[in-house]
């Protein structure tokens, strides 16, 4: 008969014990990823919902703009319909770089954050056609692409970039 001695016995309790604990941590680390995933989700709905939001408050100006050239007797002229709707654009594209800036944080992956930027640059070039803002807003997408696929984006990158982001706001204004 091969019965199992002290040791050999303490061994497989220990190992036991080790696979348990294992177990325990792949459960929590699976319940982890499910809420870092759901945060995601939420955090893309916002980004759509600011959008939408801003697209909409670019149209309620057009119509108050239209409603008060009613009001005064005719349809308005052409000048302060554009430029009602050029403050409408660049409105919504100063939102857009606002949740694009609400996304640059410590820890960022790089690879995440060059897609988002990649994102906020084609919609500002939907809205207000400055190819010369849109040329710097992309050139942060190919630094961010000299990253590993999962590494995070350096702080000193990262002060940068918000440093741009706030300088592509005053040239927003300055379009206005």
Same mark, same amino acid.
């Given at each position: ?37 759901? &945060?995601? =989700?939420?955090? +893309? ?8 939001? /801003?697209?909409?408050?670019? !149209? @309620? ?34 939102? &857009?770089? =606002?949740?694009? +800036? ?8 790089? /690879?995440?954050?060059?897609? !988002? @930027? ?34 995070? &984006? ?23």
């Amino acid at each position: 008969m091969n019965y199992l001695t002290e040791d050999e016995t303490y061994i497989r309790a220990k190992l036991t014990e080790i696979n348990g604990a294992i177990e325990r941590l792949t459960d929590m680390l699976n319940r982890m990823i499910e809420v870092i995933s759901k &945060v995601s =989700d939420v955090q +893309e709905a916002t980004t759509e919902l600011t959008l939408v939001v /801003s697209a909409n408050s670019e !149209k @309620i100006d057009e119509l108050m703009q239209l409603m008060k050239g009613m009001s005064a007797g005719g349809p308005s002229r052409g000048t302060p319909q554009t430029s009602a709707s050029d403050r409408g654009s660049v409105s919504s594209s100063q939102a &857009v770089l =606002d949740t694009l +800036e609400s996304q640059v944080r410590e820890g960022a992956i790089a /690879s995440d954050l060059a897609v !988002k @930027i990649n994102d906020a640059a084609d919609s500002l070039d939907q809205k207000i056609s400055s190819g010369q803002l849109t040329v710097k807003i992309r050139r942060w997408t190919r630094i961010l692409k000299t990253y590993g696929r999962v590494d995070p &984006v350096s702080p000193a990158d990262l002060g940068k970039l918000r440093q741009d982001i706030k300088e592509w706001s005053k040239e927003l204004v300055q379009l206005r």
